[in-house]
């Protein structure tokens, strides 16, 4: 009797693991009712997009910002990474992002789950205010940036440093820790160790895509940044600004506010630049540099949209190629030109009104370059999908 009992109890476990298979084995089905379809509209392949959806459009309640929302891909059945992101900090959200990859035309179908009990998604992106030498450093799972605010960093201005990586996960911290030990026990980060290394030359230049004033020819560039806010730091995206007080161009003050956004598998930081002058809607010449290493070569992007230069990462063959680039949409970019310096995208731009540009660096030894055909045809695509936004619908 008990042997039949207890062959039973076994039957009715294995029809409910067998019903819960065949359930989750078809198109997963949203409990609160919320699907979104995602269309890419372009002719280029998106890899690990990020779809930015407004959280008024989803009809969905604050809720908890601070717990997980599940995002699930309806035909592969599994969830995707997502973030809620509350940008100004009041309590209500205003979009909600999560990573998916998308073949030209191809549409996708996802369903959404607000604040569900789940294990909280491992950043893909990190930022970080490191003391005491007071920089931002940033990065996402292709590579990593720093932009410097103290002495301690030497003779440097606002210029963009790159960090290359030839891993996926998070090495920041690591980094700074093991450059910050004493004697035999320290690690540089200027050394490949396996994951990488700061191999870029910055000093007073504009690095990746730093912004200087032209004032009567002249280059009028901002020094250390003194103020800085992180405003969000993953698991999908991390956003930060950083200020720049008291800018000289040509005897005229002006306040530089630039927004930093880096998505998790994006080469490119999307830049918000804001110049403030003593009154709005003047204009003011802008340009964006691209510093020059030894054997560079030049190329323009698109119809002159943006540039980049490729060349040697540095004098030793074994790290690579590097490529950096600027990328202006709508555009904005009004000459491209160069020094012995610098490769400069110029453009117009009103005080008081934000310009929005593009920059980033691409690395042989990363695994997503192999060579400068790679690297350029990723920022043709990248113009190409920023003119060419994905479509996204909303299904309550």
């Not at 630049?273 to 290493?293: F, N, T």
Request: glycine share 10%.
């Amino acid at each position: 009797m008990r042997i039949s009992i207890k062959m039973k109890r076994a039957g009715m476990i294995f029809r409910t693991i067998l019903i819960i298979s065949i359930v989750f084995a078809g198109p997963v089905m949203s409990l609160s009712g919320v699907r979104i379809k995602v269309t890419n509209t372009s002719s280029a392949e998106r890899p690990n997009a990020v779809v930015c959806v407004r959280w008024g459009h989803l009809g969905l309640p604050a809720g908890n910002v601070g717990k997980a929302t599940v995002i699930v891909d309806e035909a592969a059945g599994k969830e995707v990474i997502s973030q809620v992101l509350d940008e100004n900090s009041d309590g209500t959200p205003e979009n909600l992002l999560f990573i998916c990859s998308l073949k030209p035309g191809e549409e996708k179908w996802f369903s959404v789950e607000p604040f569900a009990e789940t294990a909280a998604a491992q950043s893909l992106v990190n930022t970080q205010y490191p003391l005491p030498r007071r920089d931002i450093a940033w990065e996402n799972d292709r590579i990593a940036y720093r932009i410097y605010g103290s002495p301690l960093a030497g003779d440097v201005y606002n210029g963009i440093d790159v960090l290359t990586k030839r891993v996926r996960y998070r090495v920041i911290d690591k980094w700074y820790h093991g450059d910050s030990l004493k004697g035999k026990d320290r690690v540089s980060y200027h050394e490949d160790h396996g994951e990488g290394a700061d191999f870029f030359q910055v000093g007073k230049s504009l690095g990746c895509g730093a912004t200087a004033i032209l004032s009567d020819g002249k280059l009028c560039q901002a020094g250390l940044f003194p103020y800085y806010r992180i405003i969000a730091n993953g698991p999908v995206r991390a956003i930060f600004e950083v200020y720049y007080p008291d800018i000289d161009a040509g005897g005229k003050k002006y306040l530089e506010i630039k927004k930093f956004t880096l998505d998790a598998g994006s080469n490119l930081n999307k830049i918000e630049d804001l110049i403030i002058g003593e009154a709005s809607g003047l204009p003011v010449e802008l340009v964006c540099g691209l510093v020059k290493r030894g054997g560079v070569s030049l190329h323009k992007i698109g119809d002159a949209g943006g540039l980049s230069l490729w060349g040697p990462t540095n004098s030793d063959p074994v790290n690579g190629f590097l490529g950096t680039a600027v990328l202006v949409p709508d555009n904005k970019i009004t000459r491209v030109y160069e020094d012995s310096i610098h490769a400069y995208a110029l453009c117009s731009v009103l005080t008081g009104k934000p310009f929005t540009y593009y920059t980033g660096a691409g690395w042989t030894r990363s695994g997503d370059f192999k060579n400068i055909e790679d690297w350029l045809d990723y920022l043709e695509n990248y113009m190409k999908n920023l003119e060419t936004p994905l479509v996204i619908d909303v299904k309550q």
